[in-house]
């Protein structure tokens, strides 16, 4: 039987609730100094502040070396109610100094698969999707080598894909490597941030291969989401991929947060809900809310 694996164990799909396909509860890079999520207090207040909204689920897809703080994120989800899914992965070769990468050559795919199937560090929390990365219109090598890694911790455990796109470019590219070659189905593959790039012959090309498609990360005035996201959700659903989308709000700096004055989760559900639900009616925007997810990131465990 096909679950959810969360951070207090695996769930059955239609137990998700209204789920945030895509966000960060703890994330830290040096491309974002001083606004690091590593607040404990704070993200118990986002998750809070979620739930008040009717959120029941969220997706973390902080990979290694970022600052998941794993353990952390049972008590959470106790404390709030709310499903927590971690990732393990890893991001651009940017967020990572060389002997972090250089110390992974060799057994970054065993690395995914221990976290998948035995846990987080010492933290006993078993993370539920591997998160990769695209670069800007491009599969770098060391793209390509995460995404190999990927593909094998698939193969081993059928877990799913979840790939940032940058500024929503590459999504054929990535397609074409992890579901060419690489032999991963495309229904266990999320292409993040096509809101970023909305380009609606692109998001009809990669929705036609069967992949998930996430528009997240609302209210990035600089990335023109909020004003495209309800036609490009609309373009897509009267294509007949209505089934194949997912919403997030990836809120990746302290600043972003609800809690220290930016959109963070909640917005998700009390502005980009109401206005979605404008543009393609009540029913849709709750299945993606709540059974596309489900759907994405189950999987019948090996």
Same mark, same amino acid.
């Given at each position: 039987?096909?679950?959810?694996?969360?951070?207090?164990?695996?769930?059955?799909?239609?137990?998700?609730?209204?789920?945030?396909?895509?966000?960060?509860?703890?994330?830290?890079?040096?491309?974002?100094?001083?606004?690091?999520?590593?607040?404990?207090?704070?993200?118990?207040?986002?998750?809070?502040?979620?739930?008040?909204?009717?959120?029941?689920?969220?997706?973390?897809? &902080?990979?290694? =070396? #970022?600052?998941? /703080?794993? @353990? *952390? $994120?049972?008590?959470?989800?106790?404390?709030? +109610?709310?499903?927590?899914?971690?990732?393990?992965?890893?991001?651009?070769?940017?967020?990572?100094?060389?002997? &972090?990468?250089? =110390? #992974?050559?060799? /057994?970054? @795919? *065993? $690395?995914?698969?221990?976290?998948?199937?035995? +846990?987080?560090?010492?933290?006993?929390?078993?993370?539920?999707?591997?998160?990769?990365?695209?670069?800007?219109?491009?599969?770098?090598?060391?793209?390509?080598?995460?995404?190999?890694?990927?593909?094998?911790?698939?193969?081993?455990?059928?877990?799913?894909?979840?790939?940032?796109?940058?500024?929503?470019?590459?999504?054929?590219?990535?397609?074409?490597?992890?579901?060419?070659?690489?032999?991963?189905?495309?229904?266990?593959?999320?292409?993040?941030?096509?809101?970023?790039?909305?380009?609606?012959?692109?998001?009809?090309?990669?929705?036609?291969?069967?992949?998930?498609?996430?528009?997240?990360?609302?209210?990035?005035?600089?990335?023109?989401?909020?004003?495209?996201?309800?036609?490009?959700?609309?373009?897509?659903?009267?294509?007949?991929?209505?089934?194949?989308?997912?919403?997030?709000?990836?809120?990746?700096?302290?600043?972003?947060?609800?809690?220290?004055?930016?959109?963070?989760?909640?917005?998700?559900?009390?502005?980009?809900?109401?206005?979605?639900?404008?543009?393609?009616?009540?029913?849709?925007?709750?299945?993606?809310?709540?059974?596309?997810?489900?759907?994405?990131?189950?999987?019948?465990?090996?």
């Amino acid at each position: 039987m096909s679950a959810v694996r969360t951070v207090l164990g695996d769930v059955p799909p239609g137990d998700l609730g209204v789920c945030d396909a895509h966000d960060h509860l703890f994330f830290g890079s040096p491309r974002l100094p001083g606004q690091e999520l590593r607040s404990v207090a704070a993200a118990r207040a986002e998750l809070a502040a979620f739930r008040e909204q009717g959120g029941g689920a969220v997706v973390q897809w &902080t990979p290694y =070396g #970022l600052g998941r /703080r794993a @353990a *952390d $994120l049972p008590p959470l989800s106790r404390e709030t +109610g709310v499903h927590v899914v971690a990732a393990t992965g890893l991001h651009q070769a940017v967020h990572y100094d060389e002997d &972090t990468l250089k =110390g #992974l050559r060799g /057994r970054l @795919a *065993d $690395l995914f698969v221990s976290e998948l199937t035995e +846990g987080i560090g010492t933290s006993g929390v078993r993370a539920g999707l591997v998160k990769v990365a695209g670069g800007f219109h491009a599969l770098d090598a060391h793209a390509r080598w995460t995404m190999t890694a990927a593909a094998e911790a698939h193969h081993a455990t059928g877990v799913t894909i979840a790939v940032h796109l940058e500024l929503g470019t590459g999504a054929l590219d990535v397609l074409d490597l992890l579901c060419g070659p690489l032999g991963v189905p495309p229904q266990r593959v999320v292409l993040g941030h096509l809101n970023r790039s909305p380009d609606l012959v692109l998001h009809r090309q990669a929705a036609e291969s069967g992949c998930y498609l996430a528009f997240d990360g609302p209210s990035h005035a600089h990335h023109a989401t909020d004003w495209r996201m309800p036609d490009a959700v609309r373009a897509l659903a009267d294509a007949g991929f209505g089934d194949r989308l997912l919403l997030g709000a990836d809120t990746t700096t302290a600043a972003a947060r609800s809690v220290g004055g930016g959109p963070g989760m909640p917005y998700l559900l009390r502005r980009v809900r109401p206005r979605l639900v404008r543009a393609v009616g009540e029913d849709l925007v709750e299945r993606v809310l709540t059974q596309n997810p489900g759907r994405a990131f189950a999987v019948e465990w090996r």
